[in-house]
């Protein structure tokens, strides 16, 4: 396997990661689902890096994983939609924006947003891994297995609207399309064109059996015909993404994000049924919960679109000079621009240049850490750390100033530091599989 080499351009793209997952972390517990081997959260540090910081208190920033950087990678992602509904009460408060961000109907749209985005780049991340070590491999069973607990917190969400036996039924109705999906990256893979029909012939069947699910459940307020038209858009796009996984496409990044952005939208149509079905409180396409949703989707594309550039660097022949690299990297650089855009349509032009300036600045410190634990370099390591440390003062400054205070520094810095333990403990667990276990 290739490893990730010290340039410029992976400083400037692939530690977005690091920022965003140092942005998220409030402790979001994962449930054992039994999908996974159970596991113990384990620091990753080595004990030089440990010795290298005698003198100075940088605890704070220790790199924790569990060795399964599938799981690591969710666990770093679902600390967003918790991140995003802090950062858009302090805009909403600051800015007096109408509607209500902690409503229910607010929390429904938020939750339905990350799992349905989730559940398309867990897909991608699994078939990339099936692809790469193998379908029956024992990394794409794990890859699997993770994209399993994001289904079944899906499952919880439609059971706590509609009831433990909808629960149940929407789980089995939802692996299946997922086994379905499967059966297509295989006939990709092997160039079998009567094996991707015949996938597509069952997914189109269970778009309409989902259609008739939703209305049901909804009491008519998602009428069939509409779910199945959006879950054929996500049919096409997701295959569309996994045909460019299995040509080895530099274009499979970018379509991977349409597929994932499409859902985005399913999921405000969605909580909107369900919310007016159930007589939840707020409005989930109020200004407020709108803010909360589009935080909570860029904030965890980032997670994940910063893990699959990671992957990519280690995966690929060139590692970041890669084109495959290149091109993930840009899709992933999209993303921070969108976040950029996002906080200055909130805080003015000016400070959403100083946001991406910021960003882009300490996206290094991640990279450069990515780059020492897969040479060996532990060194380096501990400075990338170090520099972390310090970036989060900086950027609690920066959110308390564009808030007017509603962000405090102390309690933005506080929470950094759990996001930089995660996010380090990621890029752990992703080296050791995919570097030091090849």
């Known amino acids: 396997m290739s490893t990730l080499r010290p340039t410029r351009t992976s400083a400037a793209v692939a530690a977005a990661l690091a920022l965003t997952l140092s942005l998220a972390a409030c402790g979001a517990d994962t449930e054992d689902t039994g999908s996974t081997p159970t ?150 893979a092997e160039g079998d064109d009567a094996g991707k029909e015949a996938a597509l012939e069952d997914l189109q069947a269970y778009t309409q059996d989902a259609g008739a699910f939703f209305e049901e459940v909804s009491g008519g307020e998602l009428p069939a015909a509409d779910i199945a038209a959006s879950l054929e858009m996500h049919v096409s796009t997701l295959s569309a993404a996994i045909d460019d996984l299995a040509a080895g496409s530099p274009e499979a990044y970018a379509s991977l994000r349409e597929a994932a952005g499409h859902v985005g939208e399913g999921a405000a149509v969605i909580s909107a049924g369900l919310a007016t079905a159930t007589e939840m409180s707020g409005d989930p396409a109020d200004e407020a919960s709108t803010l909360r ?102 950027a609690g400054a920066f959110f308390e100033e564009i808030s007017g205070g509603e962000l405090p520094a102390d309690a933005v810095a506080e929470g950094l530091a759990m996001h930089v333990q995660t996010l380090a403990g990621a890029i752990d667990s992703l080296n050791a599989a995919l570097v030091q276990g090849s």
């Open 39 to 188: 596991q113990q959260e384990t620091t990753t540090m080595a004990p030089e890096e440990t010795d290298a910081m005698e003198g100075g208190d940088m605890s704070a920033v220790m790199p924790m994983g569990t060795g399964d950087p599938f799981a690591d990678a969710r666990t770093a992602a679902q600390h967003m939609p918790e991140t995003a509904a802090t950062l858009a009460a302090g805009f909403a408060a600051a800015l007096d924006i109408p509607g209500e961000v902690d409503s229910d109907a607010a929390a429904l749209r938020a939750t339905m947003t990350s799992l349905l985005q989730e559940h398309v780049y867990l897909a991608g991340i699994a078939v990339a891994t099936g692809y790469t070590t193998g379908l029956d491999s024992p990394e794409f069973e794990a890859a699997a297995a993770t994209l399993d607990v994001n289904s079944v917190a899906l499952a919880d969400a439609v059971g706590s609207l509609a009831g433990d036996e909808q629960r149940d039924a929407f789980l089995a109705l939802w692996r299946e399309h997922i086994g379905y999906f499967v059966d297509y990256a295989a006939a990709a």
């Open 293 to 394: 949703a589009d935080m909570t989707a860029l904030l965890q594309e980032h997670v994940y679109l910063a893990g699959v550039t990671v992957f990519t660097a280690y995966t690929t022949e060139g590692g970041t000079e890669s084109d495959a690299f290149m091109a993930a990297a840009e899709v992933l650089d999209a993303n921070t621009v969108a976040l950029a855009d996002a906080v200055g349509s909130l805080a003015g032009p000016e400070q959403g240049e100083a946001f991406i300036g910021l960003w882009r600045e300490h996206i290094g410190y991640f990279v450069d850490y990515a780059v020492a634990i897969s040479t060996g370099d532990t060194e380096a390591a501990d400075m990338a750390l170090t520099e972390l440390d310090a970036y989060r003062g900086e």
